[in-house]
């Protein structure tokens, strides 16, 4: 089970950095991302990470602006966000995606989710 941490509301242009625990497995073995639900809208993949932490993708709205870490030592995943946007706003999930060809794909790989974190950005 999949655990997310340290959304927040925030103003335009400020910045958060998301965590992402999975007790009891190695979070290095296998390709995670971060996922997010607006509400009305369908979920979405923002950024993933291949399991030898080499590997990045992001959807094109918040490259540039969001960056997927992995710290191994900690066993924990990270999403900063930086220049949040009020389109940024919406409940971000955690979860193994697919790995074709053992890099990452904006594609979960169950359709399990945990609790999510939630992200409002709001003058």
């Known amino acids: 089970q999949f655990v997310e941490s340290g959304g927040g509301a925030v103003q335009p242009g400020g910045s958060l950095r998301l965590a992402c625990k999975v007790p009891?497995?190695?979070?290095?073995?296998?390709?995670i991302g971060w996922f997010r639900q607006a509400p009305g809208k369908d979920r979405e993949g923002v950024a993933c990470l291949s399991s030898s932490g080499h590997v990045t993708k992001y959807k094109d709205a918040v490259r540039g602006r969001f960056t997927i870490s992995r710290d191994d030592a900690e066993n924990t995943m990270y999403l900063q966000m930086n220049s949040l946007k009020p389109e940024d706003t919406a409940v971000y999930y955690c979860?193994?995606?697919?790995?074709?060809?053992?890099?990452?794909?904006?594609?979960?790989?169950?359709?399990?989710w945990g609790q999510g974190t939630q992200v409002t950005i709001s003058s």
């Open positions: 979860a193994e995606v697919e790995s074709p060809q053992k890099m990452c794909d904006l594609a979960a790989r169950s359709d399990s």
């Open positions: 009891g497995y190695t979070l290095s073995a296998f390709a």
